[in-house]
């Protein structure tokens, strides 16, 4: 078989974005993905929202995200001839007064009014939504359709013949200063892109994965609006045929994908204090945020085999962080350009000295 540049495992949103930049470079990619495993970023929400958080802070590298990401994504469904990319605003509830005098003052900021706004229109808004402090304008947010773009990347990986839908075994990878032999399969590099299933990856389990359960639901609310989506405590996405995802919890000890009735429930107390209207509950999931210790990405290279990397740890904020993630890792891997210190793996280095000298 002609040997490849890079072999990507997993066909999540990592997995699936950085193979399609690779591509777009003119490299020949193998791409692997157990369709038996489940999968992040197909039970995500795909929310992307520059300004989170209980305290409502601007997110991370908000500035370079997420004009990014609306171009990409937007790029990205002309090449796979598929809508999943829907642009929308975010009507964020104040919860008091004072965070509502805190926002007046901190939108007359330019770096903040680029992504928000005091909204004027609440006596509307009040008809089917508790504002009684008013309400903030999130821009640049939205949501992506993951389970819809992923399946139409699926395509496209099978038709292009590169995608190989089978369990990955890393016992099976060679690896020296050459490059990596899997199987039948010659490359440069292998990158692992295998999302909360990274705690059990041999190569990695050393990073400090700190993966968190997370349910959502899909409503359906009479009469309720589609033209925004809302967000305190809960979100509530409009979706395109006419339901609602809303969302979601946060479990860092029952780390399964089950959906539960406590989780449910949790999600309607949440949906009858934040909604003025009745709502049904039509479907249930759950997945795991592939989040780490200090909710940064984790992008770089083995310390011990500098063929084999990773691209993950991107948590609940993976729509908005991985195309941006993606961009710069392919010119790490093609250019040698520097990972961002932020986000790059040598900054866990003790960990893995110690896990090797077995210190655990």
Known sequence: MQPHDFLIVGQGLAGSVLALQLLSHGRRVALFNDPATPAASAAAAGLFNPVTGR??????????????LHEYYTQLERMLGERFFHPKTIVRPFVSVEEQNTWIAETARPDIAR???VNQNDIRLSEYVNTPFGSMLIRQSGYLDTAVFLAAA????????????TRFEHAQ???????????EFAARRLVFCDGPHAVGNPFFDWLPFRPVKGEV????????????IINQHLFVIPLTDGTFRAGATYDWRNLNWQASGAGQAELLEKATRLLRRPVRVLEHWAGIRPATAD?????????????????????????SLVPYMAHHFTDFLLNGTEIMPETNINRYISLYKKAASGGW
């Open 154 to 165: 699926r395509r496209h990986f099978l038709q292009l013949g590169i995608l190989h839908e």
């Open 115 to 117: 992504f928000a706004t």
């Open 173 to 183: 990878v060679q690896a020296d200063a050459n490059g990596v032999q899997y199987g």
């Open 55 to 68: 305290r409502m802070s601007k997110t991370w590298q908000a500035d370079r995200l997420f004009p990014f």
């Open 295 to 319: 909710r940064r990405p984790l992008v770089g290279m083995h310390p011990a085999h500098p063929n084999i990397g990773f691209f993950g740890g991107m948590g609940s904020k993976g729509v």
């Open 217 to 228: 639901l899909r409503l359906a609310i009479d009469d309720f609006p589609q033209d925004y």
